[in-house]
């Protein structure tokens, strides 16, 4: 019986462990791809105290800090998590089964492909779901952005003030984004609406992306795609608990990381805290505080 369940070894579950370890809770992390999400970015700058640094690299630190503070980690998937009176009963794909007073559901989030060609060997490369986190490095180069959500008009935006020059791609002539976000990238010279298109292919030549081809067979001369078309919180584990969400499926959880299941606690992108605002350092902070919060209700007996 453990004292605390973090399932998923990433951004917020490797925090998680390595502050429950402090406070002397035993503690596992089971998680399939260590350091998550951010582990495929090819390089970080907007992490506080990394200059720059390949994603793998800062999620090792994350790793080895939290094993040497004591966590335990194990390679697995986590194919679900049940409610007993007492305790929580967690089972893995390869019919592994543990037990713990607590859980810590820190599985983030999962984003929408455009399932063109090359996207996913290109991931971490030449394609980013995440203007804020790899805008910088093309900065003064024509980049491509699809989506037509609030967030792919405001990372058109961001972009536009750092790159030469914006193709938006998007299905439709029409946005889902408020007026206010589509007026203001109409007005920037830079941006271009490339409307009721799609993408159908990542071009490149040695190794370099030098244009996208969309379905209507036109091309647009770019070096770099950001895709900004939504994510799904990957909450496929805990979905039989029944657990509140809310209107985008994020797991709702108090100012404690605790959600509507009293001793189940969630932390980073699939929760609703932090003002959904998805990066690693926000992740991080969740996962510290809900260990504190385990930390807290552990004293009391709660």
């Given at each position: 019986?453990?004292?605390?369940?973090?399932?998923?070894?990433?951004?917020?579950?490797?925090?998680?462990?390595?502050?429950?370890?402090?406070?002397?809770?035993?503690?596992?992390?089971?998680?399939a791809?260590?350091?998550?999400?951010?582990?495929?970015?090819?390089?970080?700058?907007?992490?506080?105290?990394?200059?720059?640094?390949?994603?793998?690299?800062?999620?090792?630190?994350?790793?080895?800090?939290a094993?040497?503070?004591?966590?335990?980690i194990?390679?697995?998937?986590?194919?679900?998590?049940?409610?007993?009176?007492?305790?929580?009963?967690?089972?893995?794909?390869n019919?592994?089964?543990?037990?713990?007073?607590?859980?810590?559901?820190?599985?983030?989030?999962?984003?929408?492909?455009?399932?063109?060609?090359?996207?996913?060997?290109?991931?971490?490369?030449?394609?980013?779901?995440?203007?804020?986190?790899?805008?910088?490095?093309?900065?003064?180069?024509?980049?491509?952005?699809?989506?037509?959500?609030?967030?792919?008009?405001?990372?058109?935006?961001?972009?536009?003030?750092?790159?030469?020059?914006?193709?938006?791609?998007?299905?439709?002539?029409?946005?889902?984004?408020?007026?206010?976000?589509?007026?203001?990238?109409q007005?920037?010279?830079?941006i271009?609406?490339?409307?009721?298109?799609?993408?159908?292919?990542?071009?490149?030549?040695?190794?370099?992306?030098?244009?996208?081809?969309?379905?209507?067979?036109?091309?647009?001369?770019?070096?770099?795609?950001?895709?900004?078309?939504?994510?799904?919180?990957?909450?496929?584990?805990?979905?039989?608990?029944?657990?509140?969400?809310d209107?985008?499926?994020?797991?709702?959880v108090?100012?404690?990381q605790?959600?509507s299941?009293?001793?189940?606690?969630?932390a980073?992108?699939?929760?609703?805290?932090?003002?959904k605002?998805?990066?690693?350092?926000?992740?991080?902070?969740?996962?510290?505080?809900a260990?504190?919060?385990?930390?807290?209700?552990?004293?009391?007996g709660?």
């Amino acid at each position: 019986m453990y004292d605390l369940i973090i399932v998923w070894a990433g951004s917020a579950g490797y925090p998680a462990g390595m502050y429950a370890s402090r406070y002397k809770i035993k503690n596992l992390i089971i998680g399939a791809m260590p350091g998550g999400a951010l582990a495929t970015s090819h390089k970080v700058e907007n992490y506080p105290g990394t200059i720059s640094a390949p994603g793998k690299e800062i999620m090792d630190s994350f790793k080895e800090h939290a094993m040497q503070s004591g966590s335990e980690i194990v390679q697995e998937i986590v194919s679900s998590v049940a409610k007993h009176e007492d305790h929580f009963h967690i089972t893995t794909s390869n019919w592994n089964e543990y037990k713990a007073k607590k859980v810590i559901i820190a599985t983030g989030n999962n984003h929408r492909h455009l399932g063109a060609k090359w996207e996913n060997e290109f991931l971490g490369k030449w394609v980013s779901y995440c203007a804020t986190c790899d805008g910088m490095f093309f900065r003064w180069r024509d980049i491509v952005l699809v989506g037509g959500w609030n967030t792919a008009l405001t990372e058109a935006l961001y972009l536009s003030d750092i790159c030469n020059k914006v193709y938006l791609v998007h299905r439709s002539d029409t946005f889902r984004a408020e007026n206010i976000w589509v007026e203001n990238a109409q007005k920037k010279e830079n941006i271009e609406f490339i409307l009721k298109e799609e993408v159908e292919e990542i071009k490149w030549d040695f190794m370099w992306v030098n244009e996208i081809l969309l379905k209507s067979g036109k091309t647009l001369k770019a070096e770099w795609i950001f895709v900004a078309v939504g994510t799904l919180p990957n909450t496929a584990v805990v979905d039989s608990l029944n657990l509140a969400k809310d209107d985008e499926w994020c797991l709702v959880v108090d100012a404690r990381q605790e959600t509507s299941i009293p001793g189940l606690y969630a932390a980073g992108d699939v929760t609703t805290n932090s003002n959904k605002f998805k990066q690693t350092i926000m992740s991080a902070a969740e996962g510290c505080l809900a260990a504190n919060s385990v930390h807290e209700d552990l004293l009391r007996g709660a």
